[in-house]
């Protein structure tokens, strides 16, 4: 049976439809039916539409029946809908097979989703961003998102640094959360930053220099939040400027540091974030994280 990719706008303004357009083409082209949001289109300010529009898309891809919901591009918007998201229909849908995936200030949907539902979403890509683009789309991304939409997905691996490397290989299970830095700080002390103990915890951001991450974790850190945490993932950090008063300071201060303050260990290159090359990883699922020598796996399927 065909399947079914409903596309919607829940947050920033398409500014280029023609990215849009050719991302739904690229998808049908796979063999997907491919289903545009009326709204997709719609502008209001910076936004995809009114605060009502963006919900009234939410709930319609919610009841599309759809395989997958796919967001047309991250940007700013969904943090001040998490009051009136319809939970129970985002529920009874992930409970029917669907599957809600996106990144960037996607992440405020995934996390309220899970505090208030306890239901899995997917940290995947968007359609501009990776389907859209002008060339090629990349080939890891683009398998790790045919894995997920036909459910063979099991689990996702990547190569750490060589200092990285655990002395002994390393065996945890633990809740995968996490997604947008940026966006999971500004959830602390609200009803929507979801209370994962025991969990491993993966971050990534965009056009944040490394002061601002480390501020940004050190909100996590004095909230309590990477206490709870078995261990902590780092994506990409990509997108922002050394300036001369760094003397020195550089993203690797930042995970050092880290590493300083939490009993958890700390992987970096996971390849998630706002790069060309991502695995699609389930916000929310009960995973395994092995590390042996500079492999590293987290694996979610029921095999493992």
Not at 233 to 246: E, W
Request: aromatic letters at 8%; one cysteine or more.
């Amino acid at each position: 049976m065909t399947k079914h990719i409903y596309i919607f706008s829940p947050s920033s303004a398409v500014r280029d439809k023609s990215v849009i357009r050719r991302g739904v083409a690229r998808l049908r082209a796979l063999g997907y039916e491919v289903e545009l949001d009326e709204a997709a289109f719609a502008t209001c300010m910076r936004f995809a539409g009114d605060d009502e529009t963006r919900l009234a898309a939410i709930r319609r891809a919610a009841a599309s029946r759809a395989d997958v919901a796919l967001i047309t591009r991250g940007g700013y918007g969904l943090t001040r809908l998490l009051p009136h998201l319809p939970y129970k229909a985002l529920a009874k849908a992930v409970d029917k097979g669907m599957r809600f995936v996106g990144l960037s200030d996607f992440t405020a949907f995934q996390c309220a989703v899970l505090a208030e539902t306890g239901s899995v979403t997917w940290s995947g890509p968007a359609l501009g961003e990776d389907f859209g683009v002008p060339g090629e789309p990349d080939e890891i991304m683009q398998a790790c998102f045919e894995d997920l939409v036909s459910g063979q997905g099991e689990g996702a691996g990547w190569q750490l640094p060589r200092a990285e490397s655990p002395t002994a290989p390393l065996a945890l299970k633990g809740q995968l959360w996490g997604g947008n830095l940026a966006v999971l700080a500004t959830l602390v002390g609200t009803r929507w930053m979801p209370e994962v103990r025991g969990g491993i915890l993966f971050l990534e951001d965009v056009h944040e220099h490394p002061y601002r991450v480390e501020r940004m974790l050190t909100q996590l850190l004095y909230a309590g939040v990477l206490a709870r945490q078995k261990a902590i993932l780092l994506g990409h950090f990509t997108n922002y400027k050394p300036v001369p008063h760094d003397k020195g300071y550089r993203l690797e201060t930042v995970v050092e540091w880290l590493r300083g303050k939490v009993k958890a260990p700390v992987f970096t290159n996971l390849p998630f974030g706002h790069v060309p090359t991502k695995v699609a990883l389930p916000v929310g699922a009960k995973v395994h994280l092995a590390v042996e020598g500079r492999e590293a796996f987290v694996l979610w399927g029921h095999r493992h």
